[in-house]
């Protein structure tokens, strides 16, 4: 059973750092082409970034400069790096799992990130 548990969400203040993690089981994580999304309040779910089974990345412009995706294959963990936070970042940040051939899409129950003053 695929499961996903992301971890690092918290209050911070606006132009602080967060580090988002993803611990990802019940999966070969090497092949898993992997993202990070958000959902702010009233909002739809919106793309973060997204890191490939190769390491390419991609990432939303509004975010782009500031949050580094990054994976650690041995760990089975993918990580969401975000500097200078801004309120509009505040959102239910969720970690996503895909691999093409399987048709596997797994998503974790996400984790609170509130950027406020």
């Known amino acids: 059973q695929v499961q996903l548990v992301e971890s690092g969400g918290g209050l911070v203040q606006p132009g602080g750092s967060l580090r988002l993690s993803c611990a990802v089981s019940?999966?070969?994580?090497?092949?898993?082409?992997m993202g990070w999304y958000r959902r702010a309040p009233g909002k739809q779910r919106d793309l973060v970034a997204t890191?490939?089974?190769?390491?390419?990345?991609n990432y939303a412009n509004n975010v782009m400069d500031r949050f580094t995706i990054s994976r650690d294959n041995a760990k089975n963990t993918v990580y969401l790096q975000m500097n200078n936070l801004k309120p509009e970042d505040t959102a239910v940040y969720y970690c996503?799992?895909?691999?093409?051939?399987?048709?596997?899409?797994?998503w974790g129950p996400g984790t609170q990130v509130t950027v406020s003053s």
């Open positions: 019940g999966v070969r994580f090497s092949i898993a082409n």
């Open positions: 996503n799992a895909r691999v093409v051939l399987s048709g596997l899409n797994s």
């Open positions: 890191i490939s089974r190769g390491g390419s990345t």
